[in-house]
């Protein structure tokens, strides 16, 4: 027995159909997976590629690769770095998973720093292959303290190649009494910083993701913050000087150069070869949108609407 999906929003669909009609999206045809692996996304996936990719043409492969071409993902929840390749903090810093404040599921990552001026505490994950093209997402939130001098940088693409390179990293940056977002890259002068005027709040769940197109020329480094590009981090060139391709992502305290202790989590990390973005139901809480929610899987809403910025009525589970 089988069930038919939306390459999409993977919602059942007529076995026929060439529209969603949940999300609009057209398609050459639906998805057949068997139900068991419909509700697991892990499971979904690797079904995808080992079932269904060597069947189809190559034009829908190239289109079902927009879906289902995620390297690597994890939210903490295993409660330690059992799915990361390690992790690493500086002598008076730490890094560890904790349940306190997790954006979603029930652990995030805490990076605490005593503000050293070369504060180091973040997790890194070795990619299954090197890319050219990357987007990395995670959830971060500013906890205790901003900084008060320097940055902190807080993701990073990095290339192993001659000796290794940081390729592309978002950071915040402290101008004259102000917090920014910014990056650095690779470009044509070597290492460079850029900052922002889009200011960053303490105790805010930011969604957090970075973009790299690695090429001898015409590359791309950009920062995106809730679903949209930064203005004056977008379109920035980075440059293939010998480093190769993108083979690790390192999430957290990378590097800090501020002088106050300070601590932030982080969640929800995803890298794929195409954009992210905001987890859906974030966004909604987020923008703070009344909409109607049916729950079609293990969850079951009745039909009335609800205000979805109440995230208690996201944890509310009724028996079916």
Not at 19 to 46: N, T, V
Not at 177 to 203: C, E, I, K, N, R
């Amino acid at each position: 027995m089988f069930d038919y999906i939306c390459p999409k929003c993977r919602k059942e669909v007529k076995k026929n159909s060439h529209e969603c009609i949940h999300c609009k999206e057209k398609y050459p045809f639906p998805l057949k997976i068997p139900p068991a692996y419909i509700k697991d996304k892990d499971k979904l996936e690797s079904y995808v590629h080992k079932y269904i990719f060597p069947k189809v043409s190559s034009s829908m492969r190239k289109y079902l690769t927009k879906y289902f071409t995620t390297y690597f993902s994890d939210g903490f929840d295993t409660g330690d770095f059992t799915n990361w390749t390690g992790s690493t903090s500086g002598d008076s810093d730490s890094v560890s998973v904790v349940s306190t404040d997790p954006h979603t599921g029930t652990n995030h990552m805490q990076c605490s720093c005593n503000g050293n001026w070369e504060d180091i505490a973040y997790a890194y994950k070795t990619l299954p292959s090197s890319y050219s093209t990357l987007f990395t997402r995670c959830y971060v939130k500013f906890k205790t303290a901003l900084p008060n001098t320097g940055m902190i940088e807080v993701l990073e693409h990095y290339a192993t190649g001659s000796g290794g390179q940081a390729l592309t990293q978002a950071r915040i940056t402290y101008d004259s009494g102000s917090v920014y977002w910014g990056m650095a890259y690779v470009g044509s002068s070597g290492w460079t910083g850029a900052t922002s005027s889009q200011s960053v709040s303490l105790d805010t769940w930011y969604c957090l993701e970075i973009e790299t197109y690695v090429a001898s020329s015409g590359g791309i480094s950009r920062v995106y913050v809730d679903g949209d590009l930064v203005s004056g981090l977008e379109d920035v060139y980075c440059i293939n000087d010998g480093w190769g391709n993108i083979t690790t992502i390192n999430v957290g305290e990378t590097w800090g150069t501020t002088t106050v202790s300070h601590s932030m989590y982080i969640d929800c990390v995803i890298c794929s070869d195409t954009e992210n973005g905001e987890e859906v139901v974030a966004s909604l809480v987020r923008q703070g949108i009344l909409i109607q929610i049916i729950w079609l899987n293990e969850y079951k809403y009745d039909n009335s609407i609800i205000n979805i910025g109440d995230k208690n009525m996201l944890n509310k589970k009724e028996d079916n």
